[in-house]
């Protein structure tokens, strides 16, 4: 809400004309904006005093939202993502925590903004809203793991020949040997060709 301070007006000869000041205000404090108070009086004999005014600034100083974010948190192998949600319309959106800060605009209230990656890292995705008058909101954050790095196997050496029983395992990821699931540390001992392919969770594959 908006109180005005009013003002004051004195006649050498009339004195005190304070009561007779007609005030014109415009303010409007729920819309923002720039109002003009006017200040104006006159004496008994109709002598008008000149014109006084007043601005006031209605200023906006709720913070949007915090932003949807509608990307789930994952692991991948890329330089960047694309990050979605929603936030105030209009507002501008700081993404942080990636390999380079992301801006945008929430154009109608939606959000799509390719983020780069810290490479071989959980990149810890920070995603506040900026209205026009410079309030921020709070932080949605989304935990994304970039992992560029392949399984590694041990115990076996690719292309290798072996006459006894051997137990191939890796440190990450599933395993499919001859295109059958196959869990690491598991013996093989029948004669026979095999291929093991081990791929994580980010798609990369040894």
């Given at each position: ?7 004051t ?32 009086v ?19 100083t ?12 994952q ?125 994580d ?6």
């Amino acid at each position: 809400t908006y109180t005005d301070a009013g003002a004051t007006a004195t006649d050498s000869f009339a004195g005190n004309l304070t009561a007779n000041i007609i005030i014109i205000n415009s303010v409007n404090a729920n819309v923002v904006g720039t109002y003009t108070v006017r200040y104006n009086v006159s004496d008994p004999s109709l002598n008008a005093a000149t014109e006084v005014t007043r601005t006031v600034s209605v200023v906006d100083t709720t913070p949007p939202a915090t932003p949807v974010v509608t990307t789930p948190a994952q692991t991948l192998n890329a330089n960047s993502l694309t990050i979605t949600g929603t936030a105030e319309a209009e507002s501008t959106i700081t993404i942080t925590g990636g390999a380079s800060t992301a801006t945008g605009v929430a154009t109608g209230g939606n959000f799509s903004m390719p983020v780069p990656l810290t490479q071989d890292a959980v990149n810890t995705l920070s995603v506040t809203a900026r209205d026009a008058s410079g309030n921020t909101s709070g932080a949605t954050t989304r935990a994304i793991t970039e992992d560029s790095i392949a399984p590694v196997i041990s115990g076996v050496i690719n292309g290798n020949l072996y006459n006894v029983t051997v137990n191939p395992t890796f440190n990450e990821g599933a395993g499919v040997l001859n295109g059958n699931p196959f869990t690491s540390g598991s013996a093989v001992g029948t004669d026979g060709t095999y291929t093991l392919l081990v791929t994580d969770a980010a798609g990369n594959s040894t």
